[in-house]
C-alpha cells in the first residue's frame, strides 16, 4: 500500500507503538498503512458517515487488518473513549471543523499527541491552539498534488 504524499507526512509524524484514533477517516488508508507498516497495534478510525465507514472495513479487510481496527460512527470525538487512544490525527477537513472537534480535549489532553492537517482556515486552527495552551511542538509544509498542506503535532 502506497500512500499520497500528505498521508505519508502525517503517518511518519505518528509515534512508534501508538494507539491512534483517526478522526474523519475516510478510507482508513491511514490506520490500515499504520497497522500493516508496524507503528501501530491497533487503531480507532472514526468517521460520520456509513458509507466512509464502510469503505474503512473494506480497506481493512482487503490488507487483512480488519481485526485490529475498531471503527466507530461517530461526529467528531462524540462516541470516542479519550482513555482508548493516545495519538489523535484529524486530518483533511477546515481549520473550524478540526476546533469544533478538539475542544473537548482541553484540560484533558496530558500525554496526547495530536496531529492535525487543516485543509482551510490554517491561521485561525494555530491561533486556537496557542491561544488555549495547546504546545505546537512540530510544523511542516508537505506539497501534494500542486497543494501545500500544514501538518501541526501537538504534544503534552
Not at 63 to 78: C, E, H, N, P, T
Not at 91 to 117: F, W
Request: charged residues 25%; proline residues 3%.
Amino acid at each position: 500500500m502506497r500512500l499520497p504524499k500528505r498521508l505519508s507526512a502525517i503517518a511518519g509524524l505518528v509515534p512508534k507503538g501508538s494507539r491512534i484514533c483517526d478522526v474523519g477517516t475516510d478510507h482508513a488508508l491511514l490506520p490500515v498503512w499504520l497497522i500493516v507498516n508496524g507503528i501501530c497495534e491497533t487503531a480507532i478510525a472514526t468517521d460520520i458517515s456509513e458509507n466512509c465507514l464502510a469503505r474503512a472495513e473494506e480497506t481493512a479487510r482487503a490488507y487483512g487488518v480488519y481485526d485490529k481496527i475498531s471503527f466507530i460512527r461517530s461526529d467528531g470525538l462524540a462516541e470516542v473513549n479519550l482513555d482508548a487512544w493516545d495519538t489523535l490525527v484529524v486530518a483533511g477537513m477546515g481549520g473550524e471543523t478540526i476546533i469544533s472537534i478538539i475542544e473537548c480535549l482541553e484540560g484533558v489532553n496530558v500525554g496526547k499527541t495530536l496531529i492535525l492537517q487543516p485543509n482551510t482556515k490554517q491561521l485561525e486552527l494555530s491561533l486556537f491552539l496557542r491561544e488555549r495552551g495547546f504546545e505546537i511542538t512540530n510544523e511542516i509544509i508537505v506539497r501534494d498534488r500542486r497543494r501545500n498542506y500544514l501538518i501541526e503535532v501537538i504534544a503534552n
